[in-house]
């Protein structure tokens, strides 16, 4: 089943077009990766699966419904974004417990989602810390806490490692994906890092100037790039 489908989807802002009928399907479970330069317009594409912004023309579907004019929070969706996004008045319990709450889940329900997300998360010693107590790896821990604890279909990623330091990157991005190999669930995550392109993805989309240039396996597109612009983005070999 797909899990998530694009089908011509434009956005303007003003005059400017910065997706261009764009068409993309994510089957359910899938890590797909969008990968391309700063400005190609992978944050508007993810921003415009989210709902956090609408799109100009085109449909969107998750799960075969037509979501384009849905609100964010009834897409089904949990996004992690660059910047933590955390309440910084909140514990870190309280972060993962304010969404459950106010969508009217049980008390009991809330604490199970807790105990299951601090397990696989590994945050347990964390709950009662505010965001300010945590380092940046751990903030981003709970940020994907927030989504997880939500019990989404699809996970939205935007760059959520690119302020963190080499080792701890590559420490989350171990992470990531044991999370995804346990909850096989579908994952769509934008970054500009070809290493992290080619470590996370079963597929990867090169974006240039809001339009995909390629969508395929990473080693089948570093082997095979459609153009000289993937290849020299994906550093393939001439
Ligand atoms: P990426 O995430 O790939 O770096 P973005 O999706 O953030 O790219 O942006 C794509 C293009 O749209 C860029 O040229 C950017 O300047 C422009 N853009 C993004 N947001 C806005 C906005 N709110 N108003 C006008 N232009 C925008
Ligand atoms: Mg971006």
């Not at 993810?46 to 929070?73: H, M, R, Y």
């Not at 990157?169 to 992470?175: A, I, K, Q, T």
Request: glycine letters at 8%.
């Amino acid at each position: 089943m797909t899990s998530v489908l694009v089908r011509d989807v434009s956005l303007n802002f003003g005059t400017v077009e910065v997706l261009k009928a764009l068409n993309l399907d994510v089957p359910e479970g899938e890590f797909l990766v969008l990968l391309g330069p700063s400005g190609c317009g992978k944050s508007t594409l993810l921003n415009c699966i989210a709902g956090l912004l609408d799109v100009s023309a085109g449909q969107i579907f998750i799960k075969n419904k037509n979501v384009t004019w849905e609100e964010p929070k009834d897409r089904g969706i949990g996004m992690v974004f660059q910047s933590y996004a955390l309440y910084p008045q909140m514990t870190v319990k309280g972060n993962l417990s304010f969404g459950l709450k106010n969508a009217g889940v049980a008390k009991d329900e809330i604490e199970k989602r807790i105990a299951r997300t601090s397990e696989i998360l590994q945050i347990g010693p964390l709950l009662e810390r505010k965001p300010s107590q945590l380092s940046g790896g751990q903030r981003q821990r709970v940020a994907i806490g927030r989504a997880l604890v939500r019990d989404v279909d699809v996970f939205l990623f935007d760059e959520p490692l690119s302020n963190l330091d080499a080792k701890l990157r590559s420490e989350l991005r171990v992470e990531i994906k044991r999370l995804h190999q346990r909850l096989a669930n579908t994952m769509i995550y934008v970054t500009h890092d070809q290493i992290e392109a080619m470590t996370l993805a079963d597929r990867i989309a090169v974006m240039k100037g809001g339009v995909i240039q390629q969508l395929d396996a990473p080693q089948a597109i570093y082997n095979r790039p459609v153009n000289r612009f993937v290849a020299g983005f994906l550093g393939s070999p001439a």
